[in-house]
């Protein structure tokens, strides 16, 4: 029984330090962005609100090759983005979604680590 206990807690222990990329959206416009959701290959993640002038960072674990796609209600306008730019579900991505006053989304990533 113990190397079963010992067994689960080792499994557990690699799967919190499996490799993840990190997402930061960004809000610069002037209004709450509603029902957030970023999702790309092999993930999808809910945010939630993300108020006027915030920003929400998240780890993103994609299954192999992947660009970000956003959706997200702002008043009067649902909308749906990418997707664009590109990450790898070996972790080490940084990527940025930056939301504009227009609600317009620019994608950056880079590795941020080799």
């Known amino acids: 029984m113990k190397h079963l206990f010992w067994l689960f807690t080792l499994c557990l222990f690699f799967i919190g330090c499996s490799p993840h990329d990190v997402l930061v959206v960004a809000n610069e416009s002037n209004v709450q962005l509603r029902d957030v959701v970023a999702s790309g290959s092999g993930f999808s993640e809910r945010l939630g609100t993300i108020g006027p002038h915030e920003t929400r960072r998240i780890a993103i674990r994609p299954r192999g090759e992947s ?48």
């Open 67 to 114: 660009g970000l796609e956003l959706r997200f209600k702002a008043p009067e306008k649902d909308v749906a983005f990418g997707p664009e730019g590109y990450f790898e579900g070996t972790g080490g991505y940084g990527v940025t979604a930056t939301v504009s006053q227009d609600f317009h989304v620019t994608v950056k990533s880079e590795l941020t680590f080799y």
